[in-house]
């Protein structure tokens, strides 16, 4: 079994990089995919997100050092096919102990050698702090490629210009010769506001088709779901949030399949928001999804979409 890295990053905080981490994840497994995410953020939010306490040594804080193997430190998840590398706070203590050492930037490169050897993992998944510390950089030194959320809003954007020079000077300076911009997710979209269709509009203009067509909208629902230990397509799986991380998923395998589609039989795939490309990306709608309007109503709150669907 290939097995392809992939690292969730932004120096940014609260775009969406640990809520995107774990569904991406679950919506690859739902594909029968074998996943592992690795959670690297001391906060350890994509632990209790998948609902695992946190543990002293569960960690790769020792793998780091050498005093275990990577693999001993996986625990299956509530996710069929999902299996997890949790963190916990004790894992704050190696961005110093790390730079300490020699070879410091490819500590993780090596301990996740192992777990690739394996054969188990289609993809290993690795969830970053909003930093760019020690822990970082050795994610960015480990992984293949990276996807990097980014929050429909113009500060976001200048996290974004930091994260692809730093991806071009690793791939230059021989850090990581591979490394490669997966793609670009925009998260928290409402398009019902000219300013998240500008910020689009603005990244597609510099990026083009390194952006994802899927947009990842505010939701309820996606906020609910790690307070239960769930992903969203567990914890309400017919929300707009879980139809825009299974639309994600399945545009993330067509791209890596050369754009050849694996569930053409899934309706619910087919669901995108309306939003700014210039080419067409709106399919048919789901029965059960109401797709939101594009013209704002100022007296009217942001619902939830109602999940009752009609047979």
């Given at each position: 079994m290939q097995t392809s890295v992939i690292a969730i990053a932004n120096q940014k905080g609260g775009v969406g990089k640990t809520t995107t981490a774990i569904n991406l994840a679950a919506c690859l497994a739902e594909k029968r995919k074998e996943v592992l995410l690795v959670d690297l953020d001391p906060q350890a939010n994509a632990t209790s997100g998948l609902g695992l306490e946190k543990e002293p040594g569960a960690s790769l804080y020792r793998a780091l050092f050498g005093e275990v193997q990577a693999l001993d430190?996986?625990?299956?998840?509530?996710?069929?096919h999902l299996s997890i590398i949790p963190s916990e706070i004790d894992l704050a203590g190696a961005e110093v102990e790390i730079a300490r050492g020699e070879n410091y930037l490819h500590r993780l490169r090596n301990i996740l050698s192992g777990v690739i050897a394996s054969g188990r993992f289609h993809y290993i998944i690795l969830d970053c702090s909003p930093s760019l510390g020690v822990l970082t950089m050795n994610v960015m030194a480990a992984a293949h490629s990276v996807i990097i959320p980014l929050q429909a809003e113009y500060y976001a954007l200048e996290g974004l210009s930091v994260m692809t020079r730093l991806i071009q000077q690793l791939s230059q300076n021989g850090v990581n010769p591979g490394l490669q911009l997966e793609g670009i997710v925009m998260t928290m979209y409402d398009g019902r506001t000219n300013l998240s269709q500008q910020v689009v509009q603005e990244v597609i203009r510099h990026f083009g088709e390194k952006v994802y067509e899927t947009l990842i909208p505010r939701n309820v629902r996606l906020s609910e779901a790690p307070s239960f230990g769930k992903p969203i397509v567990a914890y309400n799986p017919l929300c707009t949030g879980a139809v825009a991380?299974?639309?994600?998923?399945?545009?993330?395998?067509?791209?890596?399949n050369g754009g050849a589609d694996e569930d053409e039989g899934d309706s619910v795939s087919g669901f995108k928001l309306k939003s700014p490309f210039e080419k067409s990306v709106q399919k048919e709608v789901p029965a059960f999804v109401s797709a939101p309007s594009p013209v704002p109503d100022p007296v009217q709150p942001v619902e939830e979409v109602s999940t009752h669907a009609t047979a």
């Open positions: 430190l996986i625990k299956p998840t509530c996710v069929k991380y299974r639309q994600l998923a399945r545009e993330f395998m067509a791209r890596r």
